[in-house]
């Protein structure tokens, strides 16, 4: 708890509070952990495994927000407001999580006020650098938007244990053409180029990466 970043300037003291109240849950491969909609009263800590955070448009499109992997947060706003989900989570393998109900978390917080300070200056943060992503993003090409999704995977094998070069990513062509938000054929078409120059090797639900930095030169 203490590596995830609204619980990591709380005091070891703080953190039992929180630990405490913590309840591990695991989910298969394709199971919803809850949907676009769903009230929220829960958040989770990935601990192994991967959850595809995604929303859905009301002309069918699907957007891939991001793909969380050990040590990440999600639906952390259910604990201050009873708000719907604004996105549906999915576990991409057999996962493992905490979770943390917001009645419970209220009762630690109101023995221990600081803590809910301490959280809601680091989700202040996390929204910040959020919106400067997405300012970033919608200046990038296909091509850029495509290359820094595959190179945030790379980072988050790597964290992993993951080699320096040859970094195996298990996701689809369709979820990473989610994740650079855009469409799955000019996904693939930048794909298909990285592949020709030795970037890449594509694969049945999988894309090696087998030269991380060459791949950093295609975000622009």
Do not use: W
């Amino acid at each position: 708890m203490a590596s995830v970043e609204p619980f990591a300037g709380l005091e070891p003291r703080e953190l039992e509070q929180v630990a405490q109240v913590a309840i591990p849950r695991t989910f298969d491969r394709g199971e919803v952990i809850f949907r676009e909609g769903d009230s929220g009263d829960t958040c989770y800590v990935v601990r192994t495994g991967s959850v595809s955070i995604r929303h859905e448009h009301m002309d069918g499109r699907t957007l891939a927000l991001a793909e969380l992997r050990s040590g990440a947060i999600f639906g952390e706003l259910s604990l201050f407001a009873r708000e719907r989900r604004s996105a549906t989570a999915e576990a991409l393998e057999p996962t493992a999580l905490v979770a943390i109900l917001r009645g419970d978390f209220e009762r630690v917080i109101k023995s221990s006020p600081d803590i809910a300070l301490t959280m809601l200056k680091a989700l202040a943060n996390r929204v910040r650098r959020a919106n400067e992503r997405l300012l970033q993003q919608s200046f990038q090409t296909v091509a850029g938007r495509v290359a820094s999704a595959l190179v945030t995977q790379v980072v988050a094998r790597q964290a992993e244990g993951a080699p320096e070069v040859d970094v195996l990513i298990r996701s689809t062509q369709a979820e990473i053409a989610q994740l650079a938000g855009t469409s799955r054929e000019s996904a693939s078409r930048f794909l298909a180029t990285l592949e020709r120059e030795g970037v890449v090797a594509l694969g049945r639900g999988k894309v090696t990466v087998h030269e991380p930095e060459r791949l950093r030169s295609f975000i622009h």
